[in-house]
Every structure is written in C-alpha cells, then in structure tokens.
C-alpha cells in the first residue's frame, strides 16, 4: 500500500520565516530518511519553502484565479510530503509518528494513495 504523508508544522510563523534547520536537526532528519530508504519504505520525500514563493491556483465556475503567497491567513501549511509503500495504515502511522518525534509540534496527514492494493481492501 502507498501513503502519502503530509506534515503540517504548529509553528507556522517559524516555517513562514524560513528559519533554517540546525546542523543537528539535518543530521538526524537525514539518518531517519536514510533508515526509511534502507528499509524499503520510502519512495519519495522532501520539505517544501514557504508560501511567499507558492501560489494558489483556483478554478470557480469556469474563472481561473491565481493568488501568489504568502498565505498569511492560513492557519495550517503544508511544510513538507513523503510517499512511502508500507505493508499497513498501522506502519505508516508509526514512520509518523517516529517523524514526528524528530520535527516537533506539528501533525502527519496520512492519506493512502489509488492503486490496486487500495481498491482490494
């Protein structure tokens, strides 16, 4: 099964300043994506800048609408993805929740992806 996993950081403002990581925190984010890598779980993976470099792309009652960032009202961002193929929801949640551990405050969205393991469940 594959997961697409969403991290949403609670400190938005820090991410919205594109404060950079530590030496230390590189290092351990990438010794646990290197433990996923060896595991065989990890397809893809990176972090996302802030929403002053993004835009939103809407399309409303056939009217295309682009708004560049930043996104200052938004409440929640997406700071980062990763797809992983995993045997179960239940092991997807643990690489979370190990994910989470090495982050901080935030939350993991876990959403399993279309393909033929999903319409067998």
Known sequence: ????????????????????????????????????????????????????????????????????GPFTETKELIAGFAIVQVKSKAEAIEWARRFLALAGDGESEIRQMHDVAAFAA
């Open 1 to 68: 099964m594959r997961f697409m996993m969403v991290y949403k950081p609670a400190d938005v403002k820090k991410m919205e300043a594109e404060v950079p990581p530590t030496e230390q925190e590189m290092a351990d984010m990438g010794n646990f994506i290197g433990e996923m890598a060896k595991a065989g779980v990890l397809l893809a993976a990176d972090g996302l800048q802030s929403s002053a470099r993004g835009a939103r792309v809407r399309l409303s009652g056939g009217k295309l609408t682009v708004i560049d």
